[in-house]
């Protein structure tokens, strides 16, 4: 492979490209799940969070290119066109994909997208739920991407506001929701003092555990929440209680050992003098991988 097909082949999504020169053997290659790193997305040319995973490289008798790229909730693209036009797998979560002067289409899980050559787009996750994809591209005289101007929050608002989830008020609890996330990772046990009710119950895989049990468990470290990818969210209200479901990917330190699973958690939420508090928060444990 030449350098500059190689060069190329780095600006295809913005991202350094693993090395998968083995490919070029005659036999058969495996390239294992775990084995191939992360890249975090440049800012100049995606906002929000991003990692890509390369999966397959070019080779001297090919010219496709595959990553899985993972959107953050809110993360997206620049715009962005290909020569010769690019697929996208949508794996995981709910999206957005645009064309240039033409109105933002929602995407979800088990959809595949064809955007044609040289079509100016951008493409990235919901506002309320994390996304992920396979895109597979090719080179054309050494090109694979022409990355123009990043979508501004502003042009985001109003490309996603048409195909915006829910009422405000379940807007208002996945909001509520989100924050708490943060403010588990951040250990701001105050500020989740404040959310948790009294009464609250924690269901995890180990065990049951009151507030206070399980603010000492955030404040001392035993379990350090790190990030929680949202994939799928819905919120159901029965008087003045709101049920949220969410399909989520959580990395943990749990005993020193960082991990990542797959989980459904159950929130619920009441009323109290005005404002919503946490009083039940259950993870059931997925068997698919993360």
Sequence with gaps: MTRA?????????????TDLRTQDTADIVISRVGTR????????NFTGTVHAETLFDTT?????????????????????????????????????????GKPAQEIRTGDVVWIPPDVKTWHGASPNDAMTHIAVQ???DGRVVEWYERVSDADYARATSGAAQGTPQEQEILSLSRTKWRWMSERKVDSLAALFHD????VHMGGTMSKTQELDVIRGGMIQYK????QEASVRFIGST????NRIRLTAVVGGNEVINPFVVTEVYVQQNGAWKLVSLSFTRLLTPP
């Design 199 to 202: 009464e609250a119950v924690f």
């Design 242 to 245: 709101a049920i949220l479901l």
């Design 60 to 100: 001297a008798m090919t010219r496709a290119y595959g990553a899985s790229v993972s959107f953050a909730a809110g993360a997206r693209t620049a715009w962005h066109s290909h020569p010769r036009g690019q697929t996208l797998i949508v794996t995981s979560g709910v999206g957005r994909v645009q064309r240039f």
């Design 5 to 17: 097909i190689f060069v190329a082949l780095i600006a295809l999504v913005g991202f350094a490209a």
């Design 138 to 140: 090719e080179y054309l």
């Design 37 to 44: 790193p992360l890249r975090v997305g440049p800012v100049e």
């Design 227 to 230: 990030t929680a990818e949202i």
